[in-house]
C-alpha cells in the first residue's frame, strides 16, 4: 500500500485465486486485512513470474517458516539489479539462520545485496495511512538507501541503517516478549509485571544480540525497543494477543487455530532456546516461554520462575560488559 501511495505498480503474489480475484477486482483483502481499501495500483497473481519478472524490487514477507520455499519458487525469476528487501520477522528454526541468509543461500547472492525493512509497524494503520516510523538496514549503502527512497512519504517515515545483523535479530526476539507480555496481561498481573518483561526482555534482547554480534545501539532503536513496545502492547498484535489467550488458560493448538495468521514468536521461541545455548548467553525469559509453550509448563509457575532467580545487578545486560567495562 505504502509502494502504491508513492507511485509504484504494485503486483502481489498470492497462492489462492480468490484472494487474488477479491484483491484485483474489490481492492480488498478481506481475510488477512478486513476492512482496509487497497489502491488499484495494487494487482494480485498466483503466478509468480508473473509478479517478480521484470521487476525492480522484490519484498519478501512471507511467513519464516515459508521463506525458503518462497524464495526458491522466485528464484529463476531474479536477476542481480533486482532490490531485494524483506520484511519478515523471525529465524528458519531447523538452521536458526536469519532470513537474509536464507534468502542469499536461495538465490545465490551475496548477504550485503539484500535489505531488510523492520520496526513498529501493524499492517493494520499502516494502511490507514497512520504516522510510521521504520528502519531499512542493508551492508551495502547503497541498496538500503534505495528501499529508503522507495518507501518513504508523508506518513511512512524510513530510517536506514548499516547493521543487518542487530535489524533481523531485534525484529524476531521482539516477538517472544510480546507473546510473554501478552501472557502476563491475560493473567492480569498489571502493569509492574509488562514494564518488567518488556525492560528485561530488551536486556536479554541485547545480551544475545551483542554476542552474536550485533551494535548495541540498534537495540534502542526503531527495530528494538520501538518495535518491542509496539508489538508487546497493541491489540493488533498477534504475538500479543495469542500471549493474552494462552495466559487465560487456553492451549497453544486451539490459539492458533483461532488466530488464523502467523504467529511467529512461537516458532521464534524454539530457536531462542537453541540460539542461547550455541552461544552460552542467558535468556531466562524466553526459556521460560519454552518451557510453557512445548513442555506444558504453567504460565504462573513459569513467572514464579522468573522473580525466583539469584539476585543480579542490573548492569549485567551484556555477558562481558558491566558498566566499568564498559565505561574504560
Ligand atoms: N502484519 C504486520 O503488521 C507485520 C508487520 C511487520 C512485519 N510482519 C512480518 O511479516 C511476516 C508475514 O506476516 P503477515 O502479517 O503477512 O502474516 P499473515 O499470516 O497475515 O499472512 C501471511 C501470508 O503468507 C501466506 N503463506 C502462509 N504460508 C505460506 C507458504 N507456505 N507459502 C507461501 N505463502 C504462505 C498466507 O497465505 C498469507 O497470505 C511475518 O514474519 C511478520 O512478523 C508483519
Ligand atoms: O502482529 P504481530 O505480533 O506479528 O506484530 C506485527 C509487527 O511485527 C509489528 O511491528
New binding site residues.
Given amino acids: 500500500s505504502v509502494l502504491a501511495a508513492n507511485g509504484l505498480e504494485v503486483t502481489m503474489w498470492?497462492?489462492g485465486e480468490e484472494q487474488a480475484a477479491e484483491i484485483n477486482n474489490q481492492h480488498r483483502n478481506s481475510r488477512?486485512l478486513p476492512g482496509a481499501e487497497l489502491s488499484p495500483r495494487i494487482q494480485a497473481t498466483t503466478n509468480m513470474g508473473e509478479a517478480v519478472q521484470g521487476a525492480s524490487a522484490v519484498l519478501i514477507?512471507?511467513?519464516?517458516?515459508?521463506m525458503r520455499?518462497?524464495v526458491n519458487q522466485l528464484k529463476s525469476y531474479y536477476t542481480p539489479d533486482m532490490l531485494i528487501i524483506h520484511?519478515?520477522?523471525?529465524f528458519e528454526t531447523e538452521s536458526l539462520k536469519r532470513m537474509s541468509t536464507v534468502i542469499s543461500e536461495e538465490l545465490e547472492c551475496e548477504e550485503g545485496h539484500i535489505v531488510v525493512l523492520s520496526g513498529p509497524?501493524?499492517?493494520e494503520e499502516v494502511v490507514k495511512r497512520c504516522p510510521t516510523t521504520v528502519v531499512v538496514a542493508s551492508l551495502d549503502k547503497a541498496a538500503a538507501d534505495a528501499a529508503q527512497a522507495l518507501f518513504m512519504n508523508a506518513y511512512f517515515r524510513v530510517y536506514t541503517n548499516r547493521d543487518m545483523l542487530g535489524v533481523e535479530l531485534a525484529g524476531a526476539f521482539k516477538n517472544i516478549i510480546a507473546l510473554g507480555a501478552g501472557m502476563s496481561d491475560g493473567l492480569d498481573f498489571g502493569d509492574n509485571a509488562k514494564a518488567a518483561l518488556l525492560t528485561r526482555g530488551l536486556a536479554e534482547i541485547t545480551r544475545i544480540g551483542v554476542e552474536m554480534g550485533a551494535n548495541p545501539l540498534t537495540f534502542s532503536g526503531l527495530a528494538g525497543i520501538g518495535d518491542l513496545v509496539v508489538t508487546a502492547t497493541s491489540q493488533h498484535s498477534r504475538n500479543w494477543r495469542a500471549g493474552s489467550m494462552l495466559g487465560q488458560g487456553q492451549k497453544l493448538e486451539d490459539v492458533l487455530n483461532s488466530m488464523g495468521?502467523?504467529v511467529?514468536g512461537i516458532r521464534t521461541t524454539k530457536a531462542a532456546y537453541f540460539i542461547s545455548q550455541k552461544y552460552g548467553v542467558q535468556m531466562p525469559i524466553a526459556d521460560q516461554l519454552y518451557h510453557v509453550l512445548f513442555q506444558d509448563r504453567e504460565p504462573r509457575d513459569a513467572v514464579e520462575a522468573l522473580m525466583g532467580r539469584d539476585p543480579k545487578t542490573e548492569m549485567e545486560v551484556m555477558k562481558l560488559e558491566t558498566w566499568e567495562q564498559w565505561h574504560s
Fill in positions: 498470492t497462492r488477512f514477507v512471507a511467513p519464516s517458516s515459508a520455499s518462497v520484511a519478515t520477522k523471525g509497524s501493524h499492517a495468521m502467523v511467529e
